[in-house]
């Protein structure tokens, strides 16, 4: 097990189509190919045995390594310090364009800084999950690894002329390179799916050029950034993070990138994240926006309203809860028992059986991203509008069905108050979006239903007894899912039933300013074993205390959750109680509630300086900016 990295021990780099996960020693340790939920071609993150991986690191005796991004791009620098010399990996992925490809290209170069040093690459490609043979060839100036569904290329990059660094052995079906460079000389590699010819040497100035090109790329891409407020260089790296885990094709964001990671290390919490939540996804909208990304929430939100506007057949209602990028739903889930998963973390699993479950929140979230959308000008046309409506027509008439929850419990539906809490949000945007536009809407209805849920959720969802509202009716179980009560404007942030709930939260889900989303031994979710704190609960942990204007507080909690953050500002779902990173990684959901913090936080801030204020201690409640509903 421990040959394993720590989870937090990667960096990502993508092509806006897929992506992979590079350690810090160099080891490609993920990538599916030709999409983000394409089976694998290095798995060797689930198992090292037989998951394959594309290494390249430097060899000999005190070797240490540091990673870190070239500024304002998704370009990956590993750094390698021996007592000899000190060498670089530099990797990145050209975009791959908005039209779905099978063609994509992962760049590695190898170079010596300083001294002398020795470089070993193995290139040990395991495909369709480790299930699937594959043939290796040596054709020209390359190498061919290639199965019945696909090949990858593998091109040099060198002059002609140039010296022959390259020691080359392959061993049943694996490539080995040794290189031995001084100051000043690099190689380089490119491992390409569905090429269109041949292997071929790739001139420097050609690399150079790519190189370039990517580096222009994410700088033009960030420099759309509105944002000026505190914190900004940590948001810019979330939202690059976010970009590269969206599928250019649609705009549609993956959870993650990845596929069994265990939210407990040996135990059975292992999903595969690498599809689009409705939810999730949703919230991308408001955090894209927020930063000034109007053409990223434009196109998922077009994503958004082709979902809205499909006719589904299921029990969970007009939207399924999650997507492939393409917009597909066949998520069967299947275990994959040949691999033994993350440090012995078994079951892997592919697919995910949570698709058909009804989550009654969902369409909350969906008419309030589209809502929020609306707000800045990216409207709805006739035919999203009459979709929206069908689904404020049929949330009118079964609004009170139970549900399995914003956590995709197994453990049966029950009548989860967040799920109520986003019924009545998505009422309340389509009545207001109706009256906006003079749309035809049952208004009435829709107004009456959306009342009815509001008295039930404050006569059920509050429990007297411990003074707070409650995961589900008729329990006593806290849910920190409902911290978006103030957010959505279903309750005033200095409510004192609010401020109650927070502080039921502070003594139960809260340890050390990390937060727990509920406590599974109160209630039973159908699963064994434990998990840690959710990192998106803690950030929204944040907007809630700055709402209700706890500005110490919650800037002291949000300069404690970067500390969190690996070594380049990235975040997978939960941090276990040593401070290691669990779960999927990156993890969408961290990123955008980590913007939609810091937003509110920096406004709140703001208004509390403007204010004269010299502490920011028992401060009104955050309004304004902070606001964004």
Known sequence: MADYPPIAEHGLIGDLQTAALVTTDGSI??????????????????????????????????????????????????????PDGVGEVVDFMPPAGKQPTANHRILRVMRCVRGRIDFEVDIVPRFDYGRTE?????????????????????????EPGDERLAQVRVDGGDLHIDYTMTAGQSRGLVLESAADGPPREIGVAEFTAMFDDVTTYWRKWLSKSTYTGRWREMLQRSAITLKLMTYAPTGAVVAAPTAGLPEQVGGERNWDYRYTWVRDASFSVYALLGLGFTE?????????????????????????????????????????EHLEGYRGSRP???????????????????????????????????????????????????????????WETRGGPKDFTYGRVMSWVALDRAIRMAAKHGRPAAVERWTESRDLIYNQVMARGWNEKIGAFVQHYDDT??????LRMATVGFIAPTDPMWLSTLDAMD?????????????????????????????????????????AGRLEEARLIFEKMLTYANHVGLYSEEIGSTGEQLGNFPQAFTH????????????????????GRTTVTDVPAARGKAERR
């Open 29 to 82: 340790d993920w990538f599916c190919c030709p999409r983000f939920d394409s089976p694998s071609v290095f798995a060797a993150l689930l198992d090292q045995e037989r998951g394959g991986y594309f290494r390249a690191r430097a060899t000999g005796p005190d070797v240490t390594s540091r990673q870190l991004y070239f500024p304002d791009t998704a370009i990956l620098i590993t750094r390698f310090m021996t």
């Open 134 to 158: 594959h043939e290796t060839k040596l054709v020209g100036q390359g190498v061919v690894f290639s199965t019945d569904d696909l090949s990858l290329t593998l091109h040099a990059v060198r």
């Open 296 to 336: 990223e929430a434009a196109e998922f939100c077009e994503w958004l309203r082709d979902r809205v506007r499909e006719e589904t057949t299921g029990e969970g209602g007009p939207l399924n809860i999650m997507y492939r990028v393409d917009g597909s739903s066949d998520l069967i889930e299947e275990s994959l």
């Open 348 to 406: 892997v699993r592919i697919g995910n059986g949570a698709s058909d479950q009804r989550q009654m929140d969902i369409f909350g979230e969906a008419l309030d991203s589209i809502y929020f959308a609306d707000q800045h000008g990216i409207e709805l046309d006739h035919r999203g509008w009459m979709a929206l409506r069908g689904i404020a027509d049929w949330l009118t008439d079964h609004w009170d069905l139970p549900g399995a929850g914003i």
């Open 477 to 482: 179980v806290l849910d920190s899912s409902l």
């Open 507 to 547: 003594a139960g889900l809260v340890v050390d300013s990390l937060v727990y989303r509920y406590d599974p031994a109160a209630s039973p979710d159908g699963l064994a074993g434990d998990e840690g704190t959710f990192s998106l609960c803690t950030f929204n942990y944040v907007d809630a205390l700055a709402r």
């Open 592 to 611: 955008l509630a980590l913007i939609d913090a810091a937003i509110t936080l920096n406004a709140a801030l703001d208004e509390a300086r403007a204010e």
